[in-house]
């Protein structure tokens, strides 16, 4: 995986930073963006795509486009909707409306809510084909990026959530996974599917709660990092003790959107640096320790 080169968080607010910026031509780009209890994750390849994982709840949908522009997004060349729950979907039908869209994709599974049918309809009205997210499906995001989806590997799910459409992305030596709301099931189809789990950076699955990142998958997975979107005060308590333990003993870096604001990781394929936009207390491994001695 990648060669660990530490930097301080990096805060928004200051103009002044004393490190060089990895180059913009050659840069992997992913920022986990707060939009509270919910997800909406932007993906930038340094061949100049823009892939938008979920787009948090209707209320936030300003807010999120108004991130995306800010970006220099005027095209999505992927959009993924994980799952039909409002809060990976709600603001998708604006961003619909907003963007152009070159692909669409959605698990194969159907869901009884407005904000759905609202999805489908506009999804409809923009002429727009939605491609099946299934495990085995591979992404076309230019030249030095891999991306495939590992789940779901199968149908008939009691939990929406397990129909989770879960992406694998490497570029170099660097390599994320992004979960969705997959829980156990899913995870242990993943685990069993032989695909490379392995991962530098983790979105934490179903916010934190104790359905997901059960002790075996986190072990396959191995990530560095592991990223929490979850809001502020939320009203399920997330995340959950139990999942911070886990990850705590597994010596991950947490990261929370409801403490750290957005978090943006850049990568040139071997070094991985973060910015967060909310400093709060992110503890980074030194080079020394990360090659086992001390500091």
């Given amino acids: 995986m990648f060669r660990l080169k530490t930097r301080a968080a990096l805060v928004w607010a200051l103009v002044v930073l004393c490190i060089t910026p990895l180059s913009l031509a050659s840069t992997l780009r992913v920022h986990f963006i707060d939009v509270g209890q919910a997800d909406a994750i932007l993906i ?12 948090g709840e209707k209320r936030t949908a300003t ?6 522009k800010e970006q220099g997004v005027k095209r999505l060349d992927y959009l993924i909707a994980t799952h039909p729950h409002a809060d990976h979907i709600g603001g998708m039908a604006e961003v619909i409306k907003s963007f152009d869209i070159a692909n669409i994709y959605m698990p194969r599974v159907a869901h009884t809510t407005k904000t759905y049918e609202d999805l489908l309809l506009t999804i409809r009205d923009k002429g727009l084909r939605i491609h099946e997210a299934k495990a085995g ?7 030095g990026i891999e991306a495939r989806l590992v789940a779901p590997a199968s149908d008939g799910y009691r939990s929406l959530n397990d129909y989770s459409a879960v992406l694998w992305l490497g570029y170099g030596r660097t390599r994320f996974l992004f979960s969705g709301d997959a829980e156990r099931i899913s995870e242990s189809e993943m685990l069993a599917s032989g695909f490379d789990l392995s991962a530098d950076v983790l979105k934490v699955g179903h916010h934190g709660s104790n359905t997901s990142t059960t002790e075996s998958f986190l072990r396959a997975v191995s990530p560095t990092y592991g990223v929490i979107m979850v809001g502020r ?3 399920y308590n997330l995340p959950h003790p139990d999942v911070l333990k886990r990850l705590t003993n597994a010596g991950v870096t947490i990261l929370r959107t409801d403490k750290h604001g957005t978090i943006v990781f850049s990568s040139d394929g071997n070094v991985l640096e973060l910015q967060v936009e909310r400093p709060g207390q992110v503890q980074l491994l030194t080079d020394w320790e990360w090659l086992g001695w001390a500091a």
Avoid: H, K, S
Wanted: charged share 20%.
């Fill in 44 to 55: 930038q390849t340094p061949a100049g795509l823009n892939i938008l994982i979920d787009a």
């Fill in 63 to 68: 807010d999120l486009m108004d991130y995306l």
């Fill in 137 to 143: 499906v591979v992404l076309d995001l230019g030249e």
């Fill in 233 to 235: 005060n939320n009203r």
